[in-house]
Nanobody, 120 residues
């Protein structure tokens, strides 16, 4: 069983920054998704096991950076220039696979989620 521990959510004003972290119980391809109330969960970013390739949703490209932090089983999501539309529960995801042709990530495991709220 893969375990994922997320941290770093919170409340921030529009234009501010937040950094989310996720520690997995082993080395995996990892990523982040988010979900607003009443909406489907949507992809945010993903990174390959060796950190060599990253993928981003168009809605966050240029504002968000996913990276490996130290050990390969930890990833961070640096979010800058946050907008109220970024408000959601953010879920860490691990394992599974990334369709390299489209950048679509199909994770095998999910974290519990961490709330990010951006006030206007």
């Amino acid at each position: 069983q893969v375990q994922l521990v997320e941290s770093g959510g919170g409340l921030v004003q529009a234009g501010g920054s937040l950094r989310l972290s996720c520690a997995a119980s082993g080395p995996f391809t990892m990523g982040w998704f988010r979900q607003e109330p009443g909406k489907e969960r949507e992809f945010v970013a993903a990174i390959t096991l060796n950190g060599g390739r990253t993928y981003y949703a168009d809605s966050v490209k240029g504002r968000v950076t996913i990276s490996r932090a130290g050990a390969k089983n930890t990833v961070t999501l640096q979010m800058n220039s946050l907008e109220p539309e970024d408000t959601a529960v953010y879920y860490c995801a691990a394992a599974g696979f990334i369709e390299t042709s489209s950048g679509t990530y199909h994770p095998g495991y999910w974290g519990q989620g961490t709330q990010v709220t951006v006030s206007s």
